[in-house]
């Protein structure tokens, strides 16, 4: 086995510094400055303004959908596209307990709990052969939707996530909900720029969002996307999230409970910025992905690689150590050398608000939790 100090050095030549060196930086080097200017100068700082109108076209031209939603942050996009797909009190969303701890609660939110899944080895994300094997048992389709036999619930949704930006098996995960009449939501919050068969994450369920937080890939300090090709629902995602105003040029009428779930124009404009280098980032962390996959080959550490038929976006790279003692080693190690590096988050039915969720053996999930490092991925 490669020895860790190796891969201390490698991190160190390949970022050119022996001081800190984090899991992923923020890269501000396009208009960044000029927008923000722009912005201040016209005074459209807050929730209406030409970069958010701008944002929403470039997101849905990036996933190739026909609407996208401007939200304050990606958790918030997911409370409201499950709740756009008919998540309500008393639901349940089936989800994998292997994700941060947003995904589990953004279906709280809505007063529904989380069923927590298997993932799959190679994918990180929810498992469609876990999904498909828990509604075998405890599936029920009636009219009006699937239901949990064991608890009487309705499962009014899916929500895969795309694990550091490696997409799940899409298309089977979509043919076990079809079958079941259960709606996905793809939390794509880490794979924007990720791309399943071609066609980009986040487009391929019935809702797709994204997060801009400032550890993402593109970042406008805190931002999400909801995209859909439903305009229907998109266009009732715009309505519910900027506090259900009926449109009306002076006027002030909501006829529904609404969020004020906007983003502001200031960070559209830098969301607007960053994701005119979006092709750049991507290649810059393909490159730094091919280097690491030179490096680790044969080394006794597995760096995770994308799976066939997909292209990560590389957002967190990751490796896989050989047990806890050697992950826990690693981690150590590097943390002391100044060279960030993280565990893969613990599984969410540790949690003490999650533990009482019905969830499966997650034998998968537990073998990944216990191995799974990510390592500095910034571009470079
Ligand atoms: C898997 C996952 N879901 C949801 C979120 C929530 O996004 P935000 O921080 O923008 O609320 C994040 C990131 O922070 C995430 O990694």
Same mark, same amino acid.
């Given at each position: 086995?490669?020895?860790?100090?190796?891969?201390?050095?490698?991190?160190?030549?390949?970022?050119?510094?022996?001081?800190?060196?984090?899991?992923?930086?923020?890269?501000?080097?396009?208009?960044?400055?000029?927008?923000?200017?722009?912005?201040i100068?016209?005074?459209?700082?807050?929730?209406?303004?030409?970069?958010?109108?701008?944002?929403?076209?470039?997101m849905?031209?990036?996933?190739?959908?026909?609407?996208?939603?401007?939200?304050?942050?990606?958790?918030?996009?997911?409370?409201?596209?499950?709740?756009?797909?008919?998540?309500?009190?008393?639901?349940?969303?089936?989800?994998?307990?292997?994700?941060?701890?947003?995904?589990?609660?953004?279906?709280?939110?809505?007063?529904?709990?989380?069923?927590?899944?298997?993932?799959?080895l190679?994918?990180?994300?929810?498992?469609?052969?876990?999904?498909?094997?828990?509604?075998?048992?405890?599936?029920?389709?009636?009219?009006?939707?699937?239901?949990?036999?064991?608890?009487?619930?309705?499962?009014?949704a899916?929500?895969?996530?795309?694990?550091?930006?490696f997409?799940?098996?899409?298309?089977?995960?979509?043919?076990?909900?079809d079958a079941?009449?259960?709606?996905?939501?793809?939390?794509?919050a880490?794979?924007?720029?990720s791309?399943?068969?071609?066609?980009?994450?986040?487009?391929?369920?019935?809702?797709?969002?994204?997060?801009?937080?400032?550890?993402?890939?593109?970042?406008?300090?805190?931002?999400?996307?909801?995209?859909?090709?439903?305009?229907?629902?998109?266009?009732?995602?715009?309505?519910?999230?900027?506090?259900?105003?009926?449109?009306?040029?002076?006027?002030?009428?909501?006829?529904? &409970?609404? $969020?004020?779930?906007?983003? !502001? *124009?200031?960070? %559209?404009?830098?969301?607007?910025a960053?994701? +005119?280098?979006? @092709?750049?980032?991507?290649?810059?962390?393909?490159?730094?992905?091919?280097?690491?996959?030179?490096?680790?080959?044969?080394?006794? &550490?597995? $760096?995770?690689?994308?799976t !066939? *038929?997909?292209? %990560?976006?590389?957002?967190?790279?990751?490796? +896989?150590?050989? @047990?806890?003692?050697?992950?826990?080693?690693?981690?150590?190690?590097?943390?002391?050398?100044?060279?960030?590096?993280?565990?893969?988050?613990?599984?969410?039915?540790?949690? !003490?608000?999650?533990q009482?969720?019905?969830?499966?053996?997650?034998?998968?999930?537990?073998?990944?939790?216990?191995?799974?490092v990510?390592?500095?991925?910034?571009?470079?």
């Amino acid at each position: 086995m490669k020895h860790i100090k190796d891969t201390i050095s490698f991190i160190q030549d390949s970022f050119k510094s022996t001081e800190f060196i984090p899991l992923h930086a923020p890269t501000f080097g396009g208009n960044e400055k000029n927008y923000l200017i722009e912005t201040i100068d016209s005074t459209f700082v807050s929730s209406v303004g030409a970069y958010v109108d701008q944002f929403e076209a470039m997101m849905t031209a990036i996933t190739n959908t026909k609407k996208s939603v401007a939200v304050v942050n990606g958790t918030a996009g997911i409370q409201v596209a499950l709740r756009l797909v008919g998540v309500s009190t008393g639901d349940e969303v089936i989800t994998q307990a292997l994700t941060f701890v947003a995904t589990a609660n953004a279906i709280a939110y809505n007063g529904a709990s989380p069923v927590f899944l298997d993932v799959d080895l190679d994918t990180m994300g929810l498992s469609p052969k876990a999904v498909s094997k828990f509604l075998e048992e405890f599936g029920e389709l009636r009219e009006e939707g699937c239901f949990n036999k064991k608890t009487g619930n309705k499962i009014s949704a899916c929500l895969p996530m795309h694990t550091f930006g490696f997409p799940v098996h899409l298309d089977e995960l979509k043919a076990v909900c079809d079958a079941w009449n259960i709606p996905i939501v793809e939390d794509a919050a880490e794979s924007l720029g990720s791309e399943y068969k071609n066609q980009p994450t986040g487009s391929v369920g019935e809702m797709g969002v994204f997060s801009f937080n400032g550890n993402k890939i593109v970042t406008c300090g805190g931002g999400g996307a909801i995209v859909t090709n439903n305009e229907i629902l998109g266009n009732k995602g715009k309505y519910l999230t900027t506090t259900a105003k009926v449109p009306h040029s002076y006027e002030f009428f909501h006829d529904e &409970i609404g $969020f004020n779930f906007r983003m !502001p *124009n200031l960070n %559209a404009a830098l969301a607007c910025a960053q994701l +005119e280098q979006l @092709n750049g980032f991507l290649e810059n962390k393909r490159a730094l992905a091919a280097d690491y996959i030179t490096f680790f080959n044969n080394s006794g &550490i597995q $760096f995770r690689t994308e799976t !066939p *038929n997909t292209k %990560a976006n590389y957002w967190l790279m990751c490796v +896989e150590l050989e @047990n806890q003692k050697e992950r826990d080693l690693f981690l150590a190690e590097t943390n002391n050398a100044k060279v960030m590096t993280r565990p893969i988050w613990q599984l969410m039915y540790r949690l !003490p608000m999650y533990q009482h969720c019905q969830r499966d053996e997650q034998l998968n999930a537990q073998f990944l939790e216990e191995r799974i490092v990510n390592i500095p991925s910034s571009v470079k």
